[in-house]
């Protein structure tokens, strides 16, 4: 069965600095999807970043960027120059293939990220 | 905004009763999710749709049914609600085009007394 692992339940960093949520997964698979979804106070669920596995480049989404580690089944997010509005739970999620033509996605338990003034 | 709405947005029940919980969306998309939202577990899945009458078990369907009869709605059922399924609840579309992505409704806050 497949697992994410997010093992940093609460950080913090400082305005204008940068900071690094780690997801590390479990799968046997060769094909899937990875990605980031933001919840903020307002609960409701934002997609920040996706990459796909066969793809080597790491993605990126303008102050947002993953360093995907394939062989070490690690998908961290890295948020640059980190803003009063990046405060929020951040969960990582992997998505596999569940048969008829449909994908499942797999959660980890979140991190919540405070930004400090 | 993906086009997603959920209702009701808020609910308080009795164990026991039936609850039925509605996602409708408005772009026409084939696959739709419930997941439940619950501290220290993040989101799991609960059932899903890959298109009207067809649906699926995930992770967490014990004491759930839905129901899509049309491809906008998708209906989510606690036959016979219990404590323990107090949660926020969160219908999902699946974009095919361009992304292949989930994206989210809102959320349903459900307290079962």
């Known amino acids: 069965a497949q697992t994410v692992t997010q093992s940093q339940p609460e950080m913090s960093v400082q305005e204008a600095e940068t900071v690094t949520l780690s997801c590390t997964y479990d799968t046997s698979e060769s094909d899937y999807y990875l990605f980031w979804y933001k919840q903020p106070p307002s609960r409701q669920m934002i997609l920040v970043i996706r990459?796909?596995?066969?793809?080597?480049q790491n993605a990126t989404e303008n102050r947002f960027s993953v360093n995907f580690q394939k062989a070490a089944k690690s998908f961290s997010l890295k948020i640059s120059d980190s803003q009063l509005g990046d405060a929020a739970m951040y969960f990582c999620a992997y998505r596999r293939y569940s048969g008829a033509g449909s994908y499942q996605l797999t959660f980890g338990k979140g991190t919540k990220l405070s930004v400090i003034p | 905004d993906a086009g997603i709405t959920q209702s009701p947005r808020h609910k308080v029940t009795e164990t026991g009763t039936p609850v039925t919980l509605r996602c409708h969306q408005t772009?026409?998309?084939?696959?739709m999710y419930w997941y439940r939202q619950d501290p220290g577990h993040g989101l799991r899945l609960i059932h899903y749709?890959?298109?009207?009458?067809?649906?699926d078990k995930g992770e967490v369907s014990d004491g759930y049914s839905v129901s899509r009869s049309k491809t906008e709605d998708f209906l989510l059922t606690l036959e016979s609600a219990t404590s323990s399924q107090t949660s926020v609840y969160f219908c999902a579309i699946r974009r095919q085009v361009n992304t292949d992505t989930q994206y989210f409704g809102p959320g349903t806050r459900l307290t079962v007394l």
């Open positions: 749709s890959y298109g009207v009458k067809d649906t």
């Open positions: 772009e026409n998309h084939r696959y």
């Open positions: 990459q796909e596995a066969y793809k080597q």
